[in-house]
């Protein structure tokens, strides 16, 4: 059964931050930049929460807010559940759905150590789905 340790092999635990004072506006420039939907928010490389384009579209622009005047600790998302390297990708997924949310960050004993998508769950499923569909071919084309 696969494991978040494994989406984590394969995209590196590279983690994009900014301090909780930064504004949103620079935040959304770090995001473009990188072509990623999210960044976390660190102080004294402690978690704090992410900033997500939800958060932007639901709690600057939906209420009128400025991204050069509003810091990202006023619009972070703090409650995410934490997942570990050993959670499988399966909870993982049940977890996206039933919160209806796009990332979970991983901790390892306490530490943030990387953060999960859909995307990155989904990209999993795939790959381990063509896994088993070559091994199943290999298997048939082996006893014939």
């Keep these: 059964m696969k494991?978040?340790?494994d989406i984590l092999s394969h995209k590196g635990s590279r983690i994009t931050s900014v301090s909780p004072e930064t504004t949103v506006l620079e935040a959304l420039r770090i995001m473009a930049d990188q072509n990623i939907?999210?960044?976390?928010?660190?102080?004294?490389?402690?978690?704090?929460?992410?900033?997500?384009?939800?958060?932007?579209s639901r709690k600057v622009i939906l209420k009128g807010k400025s991204s050069t005047d509003t810091k990202v600790?006023?619009?972070?998302t703090n409650d995410l559940p934490h997942i570990t390297p050993q959670d499988t990708i399966e909870f993982?997924?049940?977890?996206?759905?039933?919160?209806?949310?796009?990332?979970?960050?991983?901790?390892?004993?306490?530490a943030l150590c990387g953060i999960v998508s859909i995307n990155d769950v989904v990209k999993e499923t795939i790959l381990t789905q063509q896994e088993t569909i070559t091994h199943l071919k290999d298997y048939l084309h082996s006893g014939i």
């Design 92 to 110: 993982c997924m049940q977890l996206l759905s039933d919160k209806n949310i796009r990332y979970l960050p991983v901790f390892d004993n306490g």
């Design 73 to 76: 600790a006023e619009i972070m």
């Design 37 to 56: 939907g999210s960044v976390l928010v660190l102080e004294n490389e402690q978690y704090k929460g992410i900033v997500t384009e939800r958060d932007y």
């Design 3 to 5: 494991k978040v340790a």
